[in-house]
């Protein structure tokens, strides 16, 4: 069982940037992939950013590709979405999510929902004009 609780959300200009964080806490954490993804008003949630078990990989979302880096620290069993030049439309709310991918599982899976079985409850990224 892993549970996580993100932090790090807030209000933030156009332009601007912040660092999610999510902490993680059962034993077999280091052995997951991780993903972010984030949901607006009215909106489906949507696959923002992803990285292997071992971060020999990582995946992004079109839209935010150049602008949001995820990283792990598995001695602290964190994850971090470092976010820059932060547009309005990235405002949502961001969860944190933890899954175990199978060995052959190619990068569409990790953009799936569906193959996260563990979720933060979330924190809300508001980006001003």
């Known amino acids: 069982q892993v549970q996580l609780v993100e932090s790090g959300g807030g209000l933030v200009q156009a332009g601007g940037s912040l660092r999610l964080s999510c902490a993680a806490s059962g034993r077999s954490f280091s052995r997951y992939a991780v993903g972010w993804f984030r949901q607006a008003p009215a909106k489906e949630r949507e696959f923002v950013a992803a990285?292997?078990?071992?971060?020999?990989?990582?995946y992004y979302a079109d839209s935010v590709k150049g602008r949001f880096t995820i990283s792990r620290d598995n001695a602290k069993n964190t994850v971090y979405l470092r976010m820059n030049s932060l547009k309005p439309e990235d405002a949502a709310v961001y969860y944190c999510?933890?899954?175990?991918?199978?060995?052959?599982?190619?990068?569409?899976?990790?953009?799936?929902?569906?193959?996260?079985?563990?979720w933060g409850q979330g924190t809300q990224v508001t980006v001003s004009s």
């Open positions: 999510a933890a899954g175990a991918m199978d060995p052959f599982d190619g990068s569409v899976s990790y953009t799936r929902a569906f193959k996260y079985a563990y």
């Open positions: 990285m292997r078990w071992d971060g020999s990989s990582t």
